[in-house]
């Protein structure tokens, strides 16, 4: 069965160079554009990973980590989070929300595909 991805980014380019790794792969996507966005997305669209910006109109990705995690439906669904932001307290509050994965923009394409293929793999119960 085809992986669903919810991509949650603001930037443009970003969106695109998102969309197009994981469609590669063989993944179906579907993008918010902000946090609020996002949580409205969950309502028909059940993803198998979300890739998570930190800053994002209407609600921050931390917001919409917190909610996921506290969500019934979402709560296991496993979160990538990308941002600018590298320091260390900036990792932890983004694993503190709920993060499986915190990545660094600029970012590796090889390395963010990495991090979800397994953390899709750590997911399926075959």
Not at 62 to 78: K, Q, W
Request: aromatic content about 4%.
């Amino acid at each position: 069965m085809t992986k669903r991805i919810l991509i949650v980014e603001d930037e443009d380019s970003i969106v695109a160079s998102l969309e197009f790794l994981m469609q590669r792969k063989g993944f179906q996507t579907l993008v918010a554009r902000d946090g609020i966005s996002a949580l409205e997305c969950l309502a028909t669209f059940r993803p198998d990973l979300v890739v998570l910006d930190v800053m994002l109109p209407g609600k921050s990705g931390h917001e919409v980590c917190r909610s996921l995690r506290t969500a019934p439906l979402h709560r296991d669904i496993p979160v990538v989070m990308l941002t600018a932001k590298g320091g260390i307290e900036d990792a932890d509050e983004g694993m503190n929300s709920g993060a499986d994965e915190y990545v660094v923009k600029p970012f590796s394409t090889r390395d963010l595909l990495a991090r979800v293929t397994s953390l899709l793999a750590a997911r399926d119960p075959r």
